[in-house]
Structures are given as structure tokens and as C-alpha cells.
């Protein structure tokens, strides 16, 4: 993928959800998004059934570097499954915003819409807020934790030159680099095989997104990106 912009008009539809950046290039420009309606969380006591919509979008994902595997869909509440959503704002198609107390990351379309995924907000994801912009993105990256943090847990001395990409690694398939300026605020959009941590305040990580997620989203924005990260209502 080029860093060149896709045209804000792009339209998500219901097989490019699917299908991710494949879907979204043979996607015509029209103003007739198809939108799935929001998944109902079953009964309690009930039998679990997904929709085989949402089956296919968070299937096993075998042709990756790691190969990933298919998500537990039970393990998550549906509301936190990626979904067109109404979503007015007067921010550019394209933007990107975090809702730290909703635990939603939307993707700004137009017509008063937006792709909308859930996502687990770890402790640092609670310390910073504002505007800033997608710096660049990694796949499969090494992650490469702070040495305050490596003084606080000595276990992870081992990784002070950096930890191998692959399943295990906490920045998962993919990472997004926010930058402030010309500054790297040190947080991530990144990925994660810990379904159940979605829609959840972690222990740590910034904003993390089911693997089949964080693919699909670093495959529709491009670098510089802007990204607006919200601590409360209307305040960014």
C-alpha cells in the first residue's frame, strides 16, 4: 500500500468490510453505503449464535507473516464488532477518533457515517488526549517496551533491544505510530489476540483492536493521517 490518500468519497460496503482493502478498491463511489444493522447480544442462558457476516469478517487469517487465528466471537459483546454506524461530525472523512470512554475507534466517512471498531484502552491510553496524526504504520512490528516500564517489571530486561514480531508480540499484526507534531507520543493503535480485552480498561497497551481489525483499519489509512483521541464527552 502507497501512502497516497484514498479519496474521501470511498464507500465501505458490506463486502469490503469483509474482504478489507481488496473490498475497498473495487468499491464504487456512491452514497449508498450498505449498513448492517448493530448485532443484538443474546440472552443470557441462551445459545450463542453469530451471524456468519461477522464469522467471515474475523475468520482465521492464514496468509499473514504469522498466520492468525479466527476470533472467539462469544467472548466479545456484539456491539464491539467492526460496523457502519450514523456518526455526524464535522471532522474530515478519513479522520480517525478514539472514544476512550465508549472503548470505540471510528474511521470518519462521509454522509454522516463512520467505520466503527472497539477497542480495549490500556492504562496509557488514559494519559493522553488530543489531535495528532498517524505517523506510519508497521506490520508485524517489534515492539520495544520503555525502560520505565522495563524498570518496573525486570522480566522484561530481555527485551530492551526489542521483541521479535510474531502472535505473542503485544503490538500484534499491526501498528499505528501517533505522532504530535513532529513528536512520537510513545502510543500505539495496534493489534491483539485477547478478544476478551475488547471494549475493557487493560492493564496496559494504548489502543488495541482485534487483530482482523487493526489489519483491516491499516489498510484503508494512509501515513499522516489525522487522529483525534477523546478522554470524555466532546472533549478531544
Same mark, same amino acid.
Given at each position: 500500500m502507497t501512502n497516497t490518500a484514498a479519496p474521501s468519497s470511498t464507500v465501505l460496503t458490506r463486502r469490503a468490510l469483509i474482504t478489507g482493502a481488496?473490498?475497498?478498491a473495487l468499491a464504487g463511489c456512491t452514497s449508498g453505503t450498505a449498513?448492517?444493522?448493530?448485532?443484538?447480544?443474546?440472552?443470557?442462558?441462551?445459545?450463542? +449464535?453469530?451471524?456468519?457476516?461477522y464469522r467471515a469478517m474475523y475468520a482465521a487469517m492464514p496468509q499473514e507473516k504469522f498466520p492468525v487465528p479466527a476470533v472467539d466471537?462469544?467472548?466479545? &459483546?456484539p456491539v464491539y464488532f467492526r460496523q457502519?454506524?450514523? =456518526?455526524?461530525?464535522?471532522?474530515?472523512?478519513?479522520?480517525?477518533?478514539? &472514544?476512550?470512554?465508549?472503548?470505540?475507534? =471510528?474511521? +470518519? *466517512?462521509?454522509?454522516?457515517?463512520?467505520?466503527?471498531?472497539?477497542?480495549?484502552?490500556?492504562r496509557a491510553g488514559f494519559s493522553w488526549g488530543g489531535r495528532a496524526r498517524i505517523a506510519y504504520k508497521r506490520a508485524?512490528?517489534?515492539?520495544?517496551?520503555?525502560?520505565? *516500564?522495563?524498570?518496573?517489571e525486570?522480566?522484561?530486561?530481555?527485551?530492551?533491544?526489542? *521483541?521479535e514480531p510474531g502472535l505473542e508480540n503485544p503490538l500484534g499484526a499491526r501498528a499505528l505510530y501517533i505522532?504530535?507534531?513532529?513528536? &512520537?507520543?510513545?502510543?500505539r493503535v495496534h493489534g491483539t489476540l485477547e478478544e476478551w480485552s475488547i471494549g475493557k480498561a487493560v492493564s496496559s497497551g494504548c489502543v488495541r483492536l482485534l487483530n482482523q481489525d487493526v489489519?483491516?483499519?491499516?489498510?484503508? +489509512?494512509?501515513n499522516d493521517t489525522p487522529i483525534i483521541v477523546k478522554q470524555g464527552p466532546g472533549v478531544a
Open positions: 481488496a473490498g475497498l449498513r448492517r444493522p448493530v448485532p443484538a447480544a443474546p440472552a443470557v442462558g441462551s445459545r450463542t +449464535v453469530i451471524d456468519p457476516y466471537l462469544r467472548k466479545i &459483546d457502519v454506524v450514523n =456518526y455526524p461530525t464535522r471532522e474530515r472523512a478519513g479522520t480517525l477518533i478514539v &472514544d476512550t470512554p465508549n472503548r470505540f475507534l =471510528y474511521l +470518519v *466517512m462521509e454522509n454522516g457515517q463512520a467505520l466503527r471498531y472497539g477497542v480495549g484502552i490500556g508485524w512490528p517489534t515492539w520495544t517496551p520503555p525502560a520505565e *516500564m522495563i524498570a518496573r525486570p522480566d522484561l530486561e530481555k527485551y530492551r533491544n526489542g *521483541m505522532f504530535e507534531g513532529g513528536r &512520537d507520543t510513545l502510543y489489519i483491516d483499519l491499516a489498510s484503508r +489509512v494512509p
